[in-house]
């Protein structure tokens, strides 16, 4: 592929997803913005020499030493378009940058009886936690699709004992309740696949089945996963292959190494080359985040590496 070819394709692909956007009915303000960040992101892939069929994000947390500012500014000029797993107060900034928010951060709030909800552990899987998730819930789904950020994550909270059957029942019913405000503004929610193994011990959406299973259950195009590839190299392995086979209901990807969660070179088990480009070959055309935690004194550096890794 020569210069002009490769800069025709990154334009269409931004192209195509500003009219995504437009089909699925977010409000115009949210549009317009979306489509100003997209050709944001597609002059950083210009200017980084990136081959842009991977969006490329990263997750704040990883670098909560880090400014928003610094990390904008520093993230545009290898490429990166997005920072995710943020809140409403932190959309200036993006907008200030020309950045997307490719997985907006989950709400928490208190139910009647004073259990925090809204996390991990105290999700969607319990009936009695509905009311109040879908009171904090339903904020936070308009704010994005102002904003024009059409992903938000979510969790199924731990089992505690609970069977997976039920589990998947209880989680319907209550993501039901927001299905019909999602489609209406555009707006997926994510439910992410985390390991019970290593990091969140007894998290019921542990599986890629189960999570599968839950989609099916929900049946609706604004509900799907978020398939962490190192949580399910962890509780599962098979990532190609399960990817493959599932990337229908697949939203958005994280990437981290395994073991420890750090950088994702040739210091760990996966080859991440070959992971992105079997999710490009399913026809996938969003984003994928780096939540890897840097292990080395400069991380941006490493951010920057992993980028460049995952741009296929």
């Known amino acids: 592929m020569n210069e002009s070819d ?3 394709s990154r334009r269409n692909f931004f192209q195509q997803s500003a009219g995504l956007s437009l089909g699925l ?4 303000t949210g549009v317009g913005a979306l489509q100003g ?8 892939l210009d200017s980084a020499g990136l081959k842009g069929r991977i969006k490329h994000s990263a997750c704040k947390w990883c ?3 880090i400014p928003l500012d610094d990390l904008c500014e520093a993230g545009k000029k290898f490429g990166l378009a997005s920072v995710e797993l943020l809140l409403p107060e932190d959309f200036a900034t993006l907008k200030k940058h020309g950045m997307h928010c490719a997985m907006v951060s ?3 709030g208190e139910t009647d009886q004073g259990v925090k909800v809204g996390g991990i552990t105290k999700a969607f899987n319990r009936l009695e936690h509905h009311d109040t998730l879908v009171e904090i819930y339903q904020p936070l789904i308009k704010a994005s699709a102002e904003a024009g950020f ?16 039920q589990g998947i029942k209880n989680c319907a019913t209550g993501l039901k309740r927001l299905m019909p405000l999602a489609e209406k503004l555009g707006v997926t929610l994510s439910m992410e696949l985390l390991n019970s193994k290593v990091n969140h011990e007894d998290y019921q959406c542990d599986h890629t089945q189960w999570g599968v299973d839950l989609c099916k259950e929900v049946a609706s195009p604004n509900f799907k ?13 098979d990532v190609i292959a399960t990817i493959k086979k599932h990337h229908s209901y697949i939203s958005h990807y994280h990437t981290g190494g395994v073991p420890g969660r750090h950088e994702i070179d040739d210091s760990q088990e996966l080859f991440y080359p070959a992971i992105m480009k079997a999710i490009v070959d399913t026809g996938y055309k969003a984003w994928v985040a780096q939540e890897f935690i840097p292990a080395r004194e400069d991380k941006l550096a490493s951010l920057k590496q992993g980028v460049e890794i995952c741009d296929v």
């Open 6 to 8: 490769s800069t025709f």
């Open 25 to 28: 009915g977010a409000a115009a």
């Open 37 to 44: 960040r997209l050709q944001a992101a597609e002059k950083s």
């Open 63 to 65: 670098y909560s030493k």
């Open 106 to 108: 989950f709400p928490q």
């Open 150 to 165: 059409n992903n938000v994550i979510c969790f199924s909270g731990n089992r505690e004992g609970l069977d997976d059957k």
């Open 225 to 237: 996963l978020l398939y962490d590839i190192y949580h399910m190299q962890i509780m599962e392995g």
